[in-house]
């Protein structure tokens, strides 16, 4: 009995494996070489599985300074601003789900749809990318732009996406009912604009693909951090490096602001290379200040050097 109850457990996790796989428009081993910088956790779809923690994190720092580290770093296509916003005071943090759609042709959406109702798929299209949705992901759209026509999403959706997910969507493209939307308690979109129209003449071509969202590009579990001034995409590879760096940048603002205003150090010893004098300075500010956080000579001599920020 208990070899068919396994049995039957292990044709249950094939199935549900061959679905996830069936459902991208690439293999597992493609998404693995796109990203194979990441050598962390991965989904059972091979997308990088960014830590919760490092996510919580991410939701403190600043987008400049995250944005200042990955120029450093050669990265130059990662940020899109020109949002429009249902509530400009949440931010949308978390690990991209990425969803492309272009405009339709009676042929392939036929096609599509039928191999989607083969996997057990139901409804429009746009509402697949939220089937694979888990705690702390991001549904990101390339809609390319569209507005009428083009609302990825209403407030049935919308409601849906944050059940899943705990978080908002980035969709270059548009949304509908925004008052609905509005009252989704701690729900964020970041889209093109706001249209009464229903979604029409658009199909879903790449689910958790690398997509454009206007002059970035965004790879299947990237690190999204959405502020008021734009979006970030960053690669899940650097997440923590961008996010620890950011952590120290703001760090060294509070103890340098501190130190101006005491006139403890001048604007000048500030701005430059720290000496040993002002490094020591700035380690006892961090024993008194504990809250701010902790951190060795060591780690502070290493910031400094790499200068990253």
Not at 62 to 74: F, H, K, M, P, Q
Not at 202 to 210: D, F, I, K, Q, S
Not at 218 to 241: C, M, N, R, Y
Request: with cysteine; aromatic share 10%; net charge neutral.
């Amino acid at each position: 009995m208990k070899y068919y109850k396994l049995l039957i457990l292990t044709l249950i996790t094939s199935l549900c494996s061959y679905q996830s796989v069936k459902a991208q428009t690439i293999s597992k081993e493609e998404l693995i070489f796109y990203t194979s910088e990441w050598k962390g956790e991965r989904f059972s779809d091979g997308r990088p599985k960014i830590p919760d923690e490092l996510i919580e994190r991410a939701k403190k720092i600043s987008i400049e300074d995250a944005w200042t580290v990955l120029r450093n770093e050669g990265y130059n296509n990662q940020f899109e601003g020109n949002w429009k916003l249902v509530n400009d005071t949440i931010p949308v943090v978390g690990r991209a789900v990425t969803a492309m759609y272009m405009p339709t042709r009676p042929d392939i959406e036929k096609n599509i749809k039928a191999r989607g109702a083969k996997e057990g798929r139901k409804g429009n299209t746009n509402a697949w990318p939220i089937d694979v949705l888990v705690k702390g992901d991001v549904y990101v759209a390339d809609g390319f732009g569209k507005i009428r026509g083009g609302t990825l999403i209403g407030d049935n959706l919308g409601n849906s996406i944050f059940n899943k997910s705990g978080n908002g969507v980035i969709f270059d493209g548009s949304a509908r009912d925004l008052q609905g939307l509005k009252e989704i308690q701690g729900f964020n979109a970041f889209v093109r604009d706001f249209d009464p129209s229903y979604l029409e003449e658009m199909v879903l071509m790449g689910l958790n693909t690398p997509i454009r969202i206007g002059h970035a590009i965004v790879l299947p579990g990237d690190l999204v951090i959405s502020v008021k001034e734009g979006v970030l995409f960053i690669p899940a590879h650097l997440a923590e490096k961008v996010v620890a760096t950011s952590e120290f940048v703001a760090l060294r603002d509070k103890f340098s602001h501190a130190m101006l205003k005491a006139g403890t150090f001048t604007t000048g010893e500030i701005d430059s290379q720290w000496t040993n004098q002002i490094r020591e300075a700035f380690l006892k500010w961090l024993e008194q200040n504990p809250k701010e956080g902790k951190m060795t000579r060591a780690q502070l001599d290493a910031f400094m050097e790499k200068r990253t920020w």
